[in-house]
């Protein structure tokens, strides 16, 4: 799994990057690693730049033209809840709206009409926005729902 997350101050903008191997994306451990890394990610980021931050979920296992595997809805959901519940309890408000969680993962035209059914705030389009074809098909499911 690969999360960015993205802080936008007034001058500049920092990107950071969190990386994890295919090994510890199979099982719930998952949660508490993916934990420490957003929290120290994040660690100087004051709760004034809330609206500044865009994070994104990309799971390695998803990520290419040879990956099988798809996200579930309820894993992508799963997973959107429990980041969002992390800067919660970070930043100590009672629900996170300013803060935008992307997923990006093999986003075609054929998935991401499931998984605009989730909480996601957005896709982070790879492979598929570099065909205009199959990235208009994917425009046109996501106008659609």
């Not at 120290?40 to 980021?45: D, I, R, T």
């Amino acid at each position: 799994m690969i999360i960015f997350i993205f802080f936008f101050s007034s001058r500049r903008r920092h990107t950071r990057y969190i990386s994890v191997t295919g090994v510890q994306t199979c099982a719930l451990p998952i949660f508490g690693f993916l934990k420490k890394q957003i929290l120290n990610a994040l660690y100087e980021v004051s709760k004034n730049y809330l609206k500044n931050i865009l994070i994104t979920y990309e799971p390695i296992w998803a990520i290419g033209k040879d990956s099988k595997e798809t996200i579930t809805n309820s894993q992508l959901q799963e997973i959107i809840i429990f980041i969002k519940k992390v800067l919660v309890d970070k930043y100590n408000v009672n629900d996170f709206k300013d803060v935008k969680v992307l997923y990006g993962g093999s986003v075609n035209y054929k998935s991401v009409g499931d998984l605009i059914e989730t909480d996601t705030d957005g896709f982070l389009v790879g492979r598929e926005s570099l065909n205009v074809e199959r990235f208009g098909k994917l425009l046109n499911v996501v106008n659609k729902s």
